[in-house]
């Protein structure tokens, strides 16, 4: 998409800004699986520091999440590829 | 600097619109990673692996997904040339 | 507010950020939109192709919220353009 | 460059302003969506109209945002000064 | 951590980016409020004015999560710099 | 400018990295705003006080977080030494 070959600062810069959405896209996910598993896994505010029912808990959550994600970055990514397949054909 | 590609584009704008794509589908993953947790994962933890059922309902709530987004944007195209 | 005539590059950024912005802002609406309909439509995980009902729901759903959209867009830009001459009177 | 409007503040910190500003005010849009549908939209998708209840309960819920919004400005505006 | 001294200009962006960081802090706190006092105390739409009820609610609302979020802040600063002197003993 | 510091890191990924860092934090603070509201504030606004009980709860809930963030981080460095 992007061929300007020779235009070397442009692709400097988006090799960059990928790099940047990488460990952002990294940091989303590990935030939002930090909340999730606080929020399905502590309900008890009785003590300061997690139950060993939590820590059961948040340790399967972490794997099964983990495994969710990857799950869905699989299937999210075949879609994906189908879809750019079928708006090249349409010359969109 | 070339000339080729994308015709007459400014390269800089080229870079915002590619960062305008890649955040969009950034932000549909996110989206759709949320919703499929809550559609699919119902047996929470009572175990570190996806059931089966989890994992079938996964493929397909992303399945379902992407025909979800093709429909609302055939919808708007619609709507948009309509108004024109 | 920012009528600096003759600092041209100032108003091209902010022509260039107002376009970014619209353009975010569609997306922001957009995926909103197939979020909430996928939501409120989609609960039947036994196939893997969006059933009539759910079509129905998902073709209701779109034209509904963009009513919806329409309509607070509306009443926002009211409410705030009367903000805006309260908050001018006042000097701020 | 000019010299008028905005007496000394710097160029590119008046563009960060006006950046920020519109970005408040596409956040209090977006969030006052969600909240209007959560409220108003009862009858889900019986049909592809809102209702009449429906539009006059999204008028007022846009109205009574704004109250909240001036509420609690103002609060925050007297604690500040409460603090100082 | 960043003490390149002499390399003014670094510090003077990140002095800046500190400042909109701040500001876009306050304005997320804010905004989330908004909606928050919104959601827990408006549910009455035979009106296009709040109510006395609402109006005290929000009030609370206002004070009661202005006090939360300080609360919160304390204790995540001191939880934060725990964390960031373990990870020095560790060596990160 | 300088050479001290960072050892080689270019300026501009410091800054970049520095930025994203704190975009970190914020957000972290963000979301545990969110989570303590919902586990907390039980008696929502028949005062403007936060109760005994609700101020010993968002203590704890703030430790307890900080604590799920521990674990599941080191988890994810195993995982990901397991990977490789």
Redesign the interface.
């Known amino acids: 998409m992007y061929n300007n070959y020779g235009a070397s600062y442009q692709e400097q810069r988006l090799q960059q800004m990928m790099e940047q959405k990488q460990l952002k896209d990294f940091m989303r996910m590990y935030s939002n699986l930090v909340s999730r598993c606080f929020e399905d896994c502590v309900s008890d505010f009785t003590s300061n520091t997690l139950n060993d029912k939590e820590l059961t808990c948040v340790n399967r959550c972490t794997l099964k999440n983990m495994k969710l994600n990857e799950r869905i970055g699989q299937r999210f990514a075949e879609e994906n590829a189908k879809l750019m397949e079928d708006q090249a054909k349409m010359g969109r | 600097?070339?000339g080729?590609?994308?015709a007459q584009m400014d390269?800089n704008a080229?870079?915002?619109a590619?960062?305008?794509e890649?955040?969009?589908?950034?932000?549909?993953?996110?989206?759709?990673?949320?919703?499929?947790?809550?559609?699919?994962?119902i047996q929470?933890?009572s175990?570190?692996?996806?059931t089966k059922a989890?994992?079938?309902?996964?493929?397909?709530?992303?399945?379902?997904?992407?025909?979800?987004?093709?429909?609302?944007?055939e919808?708007?195209a619609k709507?948009s040339q309509a108004n024109q």
């Open positions: 600097g070339g080729m590609g994308q390269p080229q870079l915002a590619a960062e305008q890649m955040e969009m589908v950034t932000d549909m993953f996110a989206r759709l990673g949320d919703l499929c947790y809550k559609k699919c994962l929470r933890y175990d570190e692996e996806l989890e994992s079938v309902c996964t493929d397909r709530c992303v399945a379902k997904y992407f025909q979800v987004n093709r429909d609302v944007s919808k708007l709507l």
